[in-house]
């Protein structure tokens, strides 16, 4: 994965003020497609709709971590890794979000169904790097008051 710092370089992610209320927002919303997805039935013909939004909603908490920060990112693979950055995520899991982030796009670009197994696997892991994702959330925002 390249480092952060070659997409600042190519553009791909923008220096900007720091945004605590966007960076709410975008929390806020996550949190919401999560909840109306897990209200959702799970069936072959929903589980991409699912999978995709649950993606988003893991995406949306990475960039508010980012907004907070003071960037703006234009590519999902830069999201996940600023990411790298913070010590409460293993390699591993950013290989997993990584993962996610591959099969969505497979899904969103090239209509490759996903599976209703592989979108329990990311209601999974979602259980597991949300509340990290929360504590990085909390962390930075500790340090900028």
Do not use: W
């Amino acid at each position: 994965m390249k480092r952060f710092e070659e997409f600042i370089a190519t553009n791909d992610v923008r220096k900007t003020s720091p945004d605590a209320g966007l960076a709410r927002s975008l929390r806020k919303d996550a949190e919401q497609r999560v909840k109306l997805m897990l209200s959702m039935e799970l069936k072959e013909e929903s589980a991409t709709l699912v999978f995709e939004q649950v993606y988003e909603a893991l995406r949306a908490c990475a960039d508010a971590i980012l907004t907070v920060e003071g960037f703006k990112s234009y590519s999902h693979l830069a999201t996940i890794s600023f990411l790298q950055k913070c010590p409460e995520l293993t390699a591993q899991e950013l290989a997993q979000f990584d993962n996610a982030r591959e099969k969505r796009n497979l899904a969103r670009y090239y209509a490759k169904q996903v599976t209703v197994q592989e979108t329990k696997d990311l209601f999974q892991f979602y259980a597991v790097i949300k509340p990290k994702l929360d504590a990085i959330f909390q962390r930075i925002t500790a340090k900028r008051k």
